[in-house]
Each structure stands twice: as C-alpha cells, then as structure tokens.
C-alpha cells in the first residue's frame, strides 16, 4: 500500500470542508488535482471515502471512521514536529536529566532555578536513579544528560564528561564527641569506630573503598544508605560516625552535628556527562551551560555547547564497575 502524507491531509481536509472546491483552495491546488488525490487514496485502500454528486459531497461510512483516525493521527504528527522543533530553538521544550537522590536533593535545584531565570520556557525533568543506571541512560539516549560522582579521571570512548566540582569527605559526628575536638581527623583514628555513610548509589563506596582498607578498617561494621539525613540522624543517636561529602553543593548534615576533614583529603568528583556521539540539542546544551554555571561564580552563558576537548573524561568501565554493589 503506497499512502502518501499528502493524501491523507487532502482527504481530512475534503472530509472537513465536505467541498473539493474548499480543500483546493486551503492547498492552493486546482479541483482536479484534489480529486486526483482523493481517488489515489481510494484506490490505495480500496474503499470508496466519499459519495459524490452534483450539489455535495458526503463521507461514506468507511470515509468517516477512517477521518476520526486518520484526523487524530495527523495532529499528533504535526504536534510532535512543533515539540521538536521547538526544542531545537533552545529556549523552549523538555530536556531529560537523570542524577542519583543524593545530588538531587542538594545541588541539582540549585541548576534547575539557574535554567528556570535564564529560559523560563524550557523544562528540565529530573530522573532519579541509581549511578550505574544513570550512566546506562545517558548512553542509551534516554535521557539527555546526566551527573554521576567518580574517584578517578581516566580515558573514556563512550562518553563525554565535564567537571563540576569536587567535594571532599568528612568525618560527621556530634559536638560532644571526643574526634571532634580536633580540626581534622586522620583516617586511622575511625578504625575502631563503627562508620555511617552513602550506599553505592551515591560513588561514595568507591572512595572508602580503598582508604579503609589502606587505613585498617575493612572489616569495621559499615553502614550503607541513601540519604544524607538518615546517615545524620543515626549519628545523632549515636549509632555511629558518620563519613559523608561535605560542601555547599551536597544536603548539609544539619546544624546539630560538626564535620571535620578526613586526611589524607579523599574526595568525589561531581561531573555531567552526555554521549561522545551525539551531539546535545540546542536546548539540552542551553541547560547543560546553566548546570555548568549554577556551580561557579561566572555569569551564565546561555547558548554555550559543551566543548569536549576542554574537559577531563572518565573511563566509564571502570568507574560503572566500582558502582555496582560487591557481590
């Protein structure tokens, strides 16, 4: 069956008009050409769409079931073409940002407000997930973007990322606690203390990982969750120390607990990444330059494309392995 887009558009609009005069006049086309197309169509799907006479046209009963769904389908085609071409104007349309909870209670508003004054009119929909998933969904285009925290920097083949910023950890415990006389807090010294912290869904285990192990305390108990708050609410309880990324741009332990700086300095390296093989859409890169300039003091540059050849990249085979939880 060869149908063309043409067609169908001519046969709503007969259909509509109930006049091939009418219809001719809103294609600029002669009447022939219309009954031309409309006969095509007919032929094609082998029913009779229209009862002709002299004084009017009427739709057959095959000619009006196949316009309410041939009507439907054809807004639906012209409404998508708006959306994507709207979203190509880069000031307007849905642009899909995935990040794990974590980053989205804390600095991620912060961007989404910066998008919000610069482009009023463009949407950014978050999708929360886990780190592994995030870096699936940026790589099979379901979303446009994403923000993972990594450890190392390496060389990547399937993503393009650019750093954020980078957040170091602290060790996060009550005031009246002995560790926190100090201004810092050396890693041995939690060897003996049971530790609190982000599961592997944040990158923090990544980061402990091997500084427990350096330090001595691999076999401590450890306590892995999702949420800042409930890491400093079971430290208020004194259920623990607790081991979390501490700066402005991740949720604050609150004000009833104290950080200190573990050293040696471990720390997260918060990045955005998007696929090395397709290009961002202008809107996707308008929000992308405001995630970029929600986190430093720079004025934001609007239209700004990520640049790949100016900013680190990640081995994303390693960094997903160390996100996977241990077996």
Not at 270 to 295: D, E, G, I, K, Y
Request: aromatic letters at 4%; glycine letters at 4%; a neutral charge.
């Amino acid at each position: 069956m060869n149908v063309s887009l043409q067609q169908l558009k001519v046969f709503v609009a007969v259909a509509r008009e109930r006049s091939f005069t009418r219809a001719a006049r809103e294609f600029d086309l002669t009447q022939s050409a219309v009954s031309r197309c409309v006969r095509e169509l007919e032929d094609a799907v082998e029913l009779k769409l229209f009862d002709r006479t002299t004084r009017q046209v009427e739709l057959t009963n095959a000619g009006a079931s196949l316009e309410r769904r041939i009507g439907r389908l054809l807004d639906e085609i012209e409404l998508t073409l708006l959306e994507e071409r709207a979203a190509y104007d880069g000031h307007t349309g849905v642009v899909l940002f995935a990040s794990n909870p974590v980053l989205s209670s804390g600095w991620v508003p912060r961007a989404l407000a910066q998008c919000a004054s610069v482009f009023p009119e463009l949407v950014v929909s978050v999708k929360d997930q886990p780190q592994s998933s995030v870096l699936a969904s940026v790589e099979q285009g379901e979303v446009d973007f994403g923000a993972v925290c990594v450890t190392v920097p390496v060389d990547s083949p399937l993503l393009h990322a650019q750093v954020l910023f980078t957040t170091p950890l602290h060790a996060v415990l009550p005031s009246a606690h002995p560790l926190a006389r100090q201004d810092s807090i050396g890693w041995h010294a939690l060897r003996e203390c049971p530790l609190i912290t982000l599961n592997a869904d944040t990158g923090v285990r990544a980061a402990l990982a091997p500084v427990l192990a350096a330090n001595g305390s691999k076999r401590r108990p450890l306590q892995e969750l999702g949420h800042v708050a409930t890491v400093a609410r079971m430290v208020e309880l004194g259920l623990g120390v607790g081991v979390l990324p501490v700066d402005a741009h991740w949720p604050s332990p609150g004000a009833s607990l104290v950080s200190r700086p573990l050293v040696p300095e471990t720390a997260l390296t918060t990045v955005l990444v998007h696929r090395r093989n397709r290009s961002l859409r202008p809107n996707a890169a308008a929000a992308w330059a405001q995630f970029v300039a929600s986190t430093t003091d720079h004025s934001p540059i609007a239209n700004e494309a990520p640049a790949a050849a100016a900013t680190p990249s990640f081995n994303w085979r390693s960094v997903r392995q160390s996100l996977l939880p241990e077996p």
